[in-house]
T-cell receptor, first 114, second 113 residues
Framework: DGGITQSPKYLFRKEGQNVTLSCEQN?????MYWYRQDPGQGLRLIYY???????QKGDIAEGYSVSREKKESFPLTVTSAQKNPTAFYLC?????????????FGSGTQLSVL | GQQLNQSPQSMFIQEGEDVSMNCTSS?????WLWYKQEPGEGPVLLIA?????ELTSNGRLTAQFGITRKDSFLNISASIPSDVGIYFC?????????????FGQGTILTVHP
């Protein structure tokens, strides 16, 4: 089945620790995105990548880092500089070859601080 | 940045009732999307709108792209228990913002059998 796979589903971070969230897609989409979701709020854009080896900061990039070495993979690292990392993280992708702006989402990773 | 106000924040309805929710933007959008999210899962796309005034249906769901291009509406007819979830609007201004969606805060829908 084609889709977006996020792992792990649940992740716990200790103080001062960096953690990496995985996002893999087999939809052959060029563009990939990371959003953060807090209770009672909409999704906020962290980073996005329109093409391999290129990525841009979103609205809340501080304390996060990404890489895009392969088309199908877009991992997100939550660094120790992110002081409030507890949230639900969503990865999404989009087909740049199609003239629409439909994002397709993975099933998310819940990150909590120990 | 762009702001999206979605209302109502939550709705408690009886099975069989119709539901309406809307989103208003502080600026013009070229695209409006509506998503549904169930607990612990990612949002699923319901309807996409691309033209001012456009009215699009998906089963019992109907969405409209406001003629001012600053608002959108979602209606659910004859609600059923599986309609429960959080509904999000999302918009894009296109241009240099192409592919970057701004999301509303969500409408939590509860349906009582």
């Amino acid at each position: 089945d084609g889709g977006i796979t996020q792992s792990p589903k649940y992740l716990f971070r200790k103080e001062g620790q960096n953690v990496t969230l995985s996002c893999e897609q087999n939809l052959n989409h060029d563009a990939m995105y990371w959003y953060r979701q807090d209770p009672g709020q909409g999704l906020r854009l962290i980073y996005y990548s329109q093409i391999v080896n290129d990525f841009q900061k979103g609205d809340i990039a501080e304390g996060y880092s990404v890489s895009r070495e392969k088309k199908e993979s877009f991992p997100l690292t939550v660094t120790s500089a992110q002081k409030n990392p507890t949230a639900f993280y969503l990865c999404a992708s989009r087909d740049r070859g199609v003239s629409n702006e439909k994002l397709f989402f993975g099933s998310g990773t819940q990150l909590s601080v120990l | 940045g762009q702001q999206l106000n979605q209302s109502p924040q939550s709705m408690f309805i009886q099975e069989g009732e119709d539901v309406s929710m809307n989103c208003t933007s502080s600026s013009i959008f070229n695209t409006w999307l509506w998503y549904k999210q169930e607990p612990g899962e990612g949002p699923v796309l319901l309807i996409a709108l691309y033209k001012a005034g456009e009215l699009t249906s998906n089963g019992r769901l109907t969405a409209q792209f406001g003629i001012t291009r600053k608002d959108s509406f979602l209606n659910i007819s004859a609600s059923i228990p599986s309609d429960v979830g959080i509904y999000f609007c999302a918009g894009s201004a296109g241009g240099t913002s192409y592919g970057k969606l701004t999301f509303g805060q969500g409408t939590i829908l509860t349906v009582h059998p």
